[in-house]
Nanobody, 124 residues
């Protein structure tokens, strides 16, 4: 099992930026694909971005493409989500997740371990 701890959430004005971090435990982090998901109040959890084991492949939801960037540092067992040009509709709890496969995925069900989430609030 991989333990995941997100940080970096907060309150920001529309148009601003935040960088989320997700620190993972375990020696095999570099073999896992990682994903970011989010859940707004009253809505289903939705896919945001995913990255493969090496960081050489990434994939984004259309709603964040061009504004968000996922990256990872395997030496630090950490995955990041840089969020720019934030909009009020980006307000949600953001979760990172680990997939026991090196291949990224946009499917919730493909991820085994989840963090506790970090709140991102974007004011208009």
């Amino acid at each position: 099992q991989v333990q995941l701890v997100e940080s970096g959430g907060g309150l920001v004005q529309a148009g601003g930026s935040l960088r989320l971090s997700c620190a993972a435990s375990g020696r095999t982090f570099s073999s896992y694909a990682m994903g970011w998901f989010r859940q707004a109040p009253g809505k289903e959890r939705e896919f945001v971005a995913t990255i493969n084991w090496s960081g050489g492949w990434t994939y984004y939801a259309d709603s964040v493409k061009g504004r968000f960037t996922i990256s990872r540092d395997n030496a630090k067992n950490t995955v990041y989500l840089q969020m720019n040009s934030l909009k009020p509709e980006d307000t949600a709890v953001y979760y990172c997740a680990a997939r026991y496969s090196g291949v990224g995925s946009s499917n919730n069900d493909d991820y085994r371990d989840w963090g506790q989430g970090t709140q991102v609030t974007v004011s208009s």
